[in-house]
């Protein structure tokens, strides 16, 4: 057998394939590689791969801004370009992208060219690596400080808080247009083309399935002077406490109405989650609240004012009820959340509305009351292992920093701060009403439940099993009684609780209280009874901490009762 036989056929032996030339084959190969190359650094700044049956879309759909509209400087960045939304105001978001041009400007990185070798990946692997978390505005050294708000939105289920909430990430650009349109292909193959601005919000695979939001979604953005972050709490009524938690987080509520014929009915009469929602914003401390008319651009509303008027009718008797001052407390306005009408930019289609849109409205608030010379309050809202114990909380009150030694309680286990972390900025102190992941050196992730509060060493809050308290009966079919057992949701704690004793009924409108002690109370009754816990819990009385004194009763799914702390009984040794 000659050597070009030993080439194109397997050997019979490894002996015949060394009596060939294919060994010096080989090493000439090895010796023309260059051993003392640079390492290879990926590009992480890269521009995107765009194959080609999607770049006839993305021209078509940036064609009508004409060729003016573009920057010289820009032109090769075009992950920029399409963060941009026609009008949307370009800000910090557009200086972090402009930092990233030099590299982009790269060999090989333009999207509209033939990419070369290292964009030649498949279009499954890049998707799948894409990862779709929110942008994380870069907050440059010495710049002053921006209020932070908390802003949850409330209402009946499918009334479109997600999608609203999907649709200001994309105008406010924290989330850029690939990723709605990656969202938006997948929603497509699974029947849900409408659900795609959602899925910004609702990154749980359970959530994008059935299309209901189940835990409080978290996301933020930014305005010249405010920075907001988005609670995102389920519509659904079997996730209520959930929706709780949110609301003991914000500052403002957003009440999200459907005008859809027939869904705002569903959701405003008996057993719909409107009514429900709008009073437990109200009990968890919300004093400002804004309703959104949403779907105002369905076929059976078409921007009418009528539908819009009479909406506004019904909701004004009852928000009053719940507690609301309809003239300082509500303000209304119509939007859709679908196509972005009036959240950023006047709706064309509604010349009848004379405010602000949504996004504007919300940034010439006024300021929120802070207590900076407060004690450190830090109620628990959850808690994960990552290089150590994160908590997550909202700084009710005090200030903490890098370093600072706190108390966790009810347990009273001391610990420090080894790191902060403000909307995933990482900062070094945090001031009220920021909502924090707070890294803890001491205490273990098992040893943390959600409900126990970080405190300062010189003034601990107080914890306990057993408080008197004013309650008002919403919705109870029957009677209450002693002995009657409920679920408490105050701050964000959950437990068992038990109405020991009803000491007197207080009179509605007098404020008068009865003599006597009652046998049991009824709804729309207001009464003060004793309470006791299964559990000890961290509370304050409403006169010195409202945001830890105020609750809510809840028994077989139902808000049956809300009230507040007047008292608190020291435990027996």
Same mark, same amino acid.
């Given at each position: ?27 000439? @190969? ?47 960045? $075009? ?15 557009? @200086? ?30 890049? $998707? ?58 997948? /929603? ?26 189940? $835990?409080?979604?978290? /996301? ?89 008027? %009479? ?84 700084? $009710? ?47 273990? %992730? ?16 107080? @914890? ?31 437990? %068992? ?77």
């Amino acid at each position: 057998m000659d050597s070009k036989d030993v080439a194109d056929y397997a050997p019979d032996c490894w002996e015949l394939a060394a009596d060939t030339d294919v060994e010096a084959q080989m090493n000439n @190969s090895f010796s023309k590689l260059n051993v003392n190359a640079k390492p290879f650094v990926p590009n992480v700044h890269a521009a995107e791969f765009v194959p080609s049956f999607l770049r006839g879309s993305d021209e078509a759909a940036e064609s009508p801004e004409g060729p003016d509209d573009t920057d010289p400087s820009m032109e090769v960045s $075009e992950p920029a370009a399409l963060v941009e939304n026609g009008d949307t105001e370009a800000g910090s978001e557009e @200086s972090w992208e402009q930092k990233a041009e030099p590299s982009e400007a790269e060999p090989g990185g333009d999207p509209a060219g033939d990419g070369g070798p290292p964009l030649a990946a498949p279009v499954e692997m890049e $998707e799948e690596e894409e990862v779709s978390s929110p942008k994380v505005a870069v907050v440059e050294p010495g710049a002053p400080r921006k209020e932070h708000v908390n802003v949850v939105f409330i209402g009946h289920v499918d009334a479109g808080k997600s999608t609203i909430g999907g649709q200001i990430m994309y105008l406010t650009g924290m989330v850029d247009k690939r990723t709605l349109e990656k969202y938006e292909r997948e /929603a497509k193959e699974k029947n849900r083309e409408t659900w795609y601005l959602s899925w910004a919000l609702d990154t749980n695979q359970e959530e994008r399935d059935k299309g209901k939001t189940v $835990e409080v979604g978290r /996301a933020y953005f930014e305005t010249e002077k405010k920075h907001f972050t988005i609670l995102d709490a389920p519509g659904h009524k079997s996730f209520v406490p959930n929706m709780i938690g949110g609301a003991s987080q914000a500052d403002l509520a957003v009440l999200v109405i459907s005008a859809r014929k027939g869904e705002f009915e569903t959701g405003f009469e008996k057993g719909g989650q409107t009514r429900e929602h709008a009073m437990l914003a109200k009990t968890a401390g919300v004093k400002h609240l804004i309703v959104l008319i949403n779907k105002m651009d369905d076929p059976t509303v078409n921007w009418s004012q009528d539908r819009y008027e %009479e909406c506004k009718e019904k909701l004004v008797p009852f928000l009053k009820k719940v507690g609301f001052n309809p003239k300082k407390d509500i303000y209304f306005m119509p939007c859709s959340g679908l196509t972005g009408a009036n959240l950023k930019e006047r709706a064309e289609n509604c010349m009848w509305y004379i405010g602000l849109p949504f996004i504007p409205y919300l940034a010439n608030l006024p300021h929120f009351n802070r207590v900076t010379t407060g004690p450190v309050r830090v109620p628990i809202v959850d808690k994960y292992k990552d290089m150590g114990t994160v908590v997550l909380g909202k700084l $009710e009150s005090g200030l903490i920093g890098k370093g600072h030694q706190l108390v966790m309680m009810p347990n009273k286990h001391n610990v420090e701060v080894l790191g902060l972390l403000s909307d995933d900025v990482e900062t070094d102190s945090a001031d009220p009403g920021e909502n924090l992941k707070i890294r803890l050196k001491g205490i273990e %992730e098992e040893e943390i439940l959600p409900g126990f509060i970080l405190c300062d060493h010189g003034n601990l809050c107080h @914890s306990g099993r057993t408080f008197d308290a004013q309650i008002v009966i919403i919705e109870h079919k029957s009677i209450i009684c002693p002995g009657y057992n409920a679920v408490l949701h105050i701050h964000t704690c959950i437990e %068992e609780v038990q109405i020991t004793a009803l000491i007197c009924l207080v009179d509605k409108r007098s404020g008068e209280k009865s003599k006597t002690r009652p046998r049991f109370v009824k709804q729309d009754q207001v009464c003060i009874a004793r309470l006791r816990t299964a559990g000890t819990i961290c509370l304050e009385t409403f006169k010195d901490f409202p945001q830890m004194g105020r609750f809510t009763l809840r028994d077989e799914g139902k808000t049956i009762a809300i009230g507040k702390v007047l008292k608190l009984i020291p435990e027996k040794d």
